[in-house]
């Protein structure tokens, strides 16, 4: 279990995700009855010129149609006979550039259904060497490398009350750190679990999380 604050290097990494990934026990939806899209995001490990192990973030183009200038972990919808590790693979290398082999995946978390009825399988891969991200401008703005450590923020996960709903039944949020702003769910859920699961070593779930409502659009 690493302490909040301490920098988590590439060096040895790789192996201890593994195994933690191995004793995981993944949650899936499991069912299309009624029909659901499927979707699947990437969390794209790789190390800085520093060494240290970092995540692929970005910010979605600000002419899209949906979702225009929302920050968000890489991926997008299955193709036809496409599974969620192909799926992001290909959005990957589509959105900014980077292209990672099959033998990359270190794991997955558990399918996340989202407000707007798409199960989202997030997918955990590797790559052992620095990466150099080049954002597709029709569909992301901006893209980073991140920190993992930044995960381990001592106020984090932070709670806040939906500000959207009304305030005698708003619901709260679970929000984690991402560049020095708060992010919200579904995303932020993916990050939390990664946190706990790859990074911790802890099991925990992310079903009851509940996300904004605008995200239901």
């Not at 920050?71 to 969620?84: I, K």
């Not at 798409?118 to 992301?140: H, Q």
């Not at 995303?187 to 099991?203: D, K, P």
Request: charged share 20%; net charge negative.
């Amino acid at each position: 279990m690493t302490s909040p604050g301490e920098r988590l290097h590439i060096d040895g990494l790789r192996r201890v995700m593994r195994a933690r990934f191995e004793q995981f026990p993944r949650l899936s939806s499991a069912t299309d009855s009624p029909p659901i899209r499927r979707a699947a995001v990437g969390i794209v490990l790789a190390p800085n010129e520093d060494g240290e192990c970092c995540y692929v973030f970005t910010q979605r183009a600000l002419n899209l149609r949906r979702s225009a200038g929302q920050y968000a972990l890489p991926g997008g919808m299955l193709d036809a006979g496409e599974t969620a590790v192909d799926a992001v693979r290909r959005e990957v290398a589509e959105e900014v550039g980077v292209q990672l082999s099959a033998g990359t995946l270190l794991g997955e978390l558990d399918e996340l259904i989202t407000l707007a009825g798409i199960a989202i399988t997030p997918v955990v891969l590797w790559s052992p060497s620095p990466v150099v991200l080049k954002p597709a401008p029709d569909e992301v703005h901006a893209a980073w490398l991140v920190p993992i450590a930044e995960l381990d923020h001592p106020e984090a996960p932070k709670m806040i009350r939906d500000s959207h709903a009304p305030p005698e039944s708003a619901p709260m949020i679970l929000r984690m750190p991402v560049r020095g702003e708060w992010i919200n769910p579904p995303t932020a859920a993916v990050l939390y679990q990664f946190r706990e699961v790859a990074m911790r070593g802890n099991i925990v779930r992310v079903d009851t999380i509940t996300q904004p409502q605008w995200t239901r659009h």
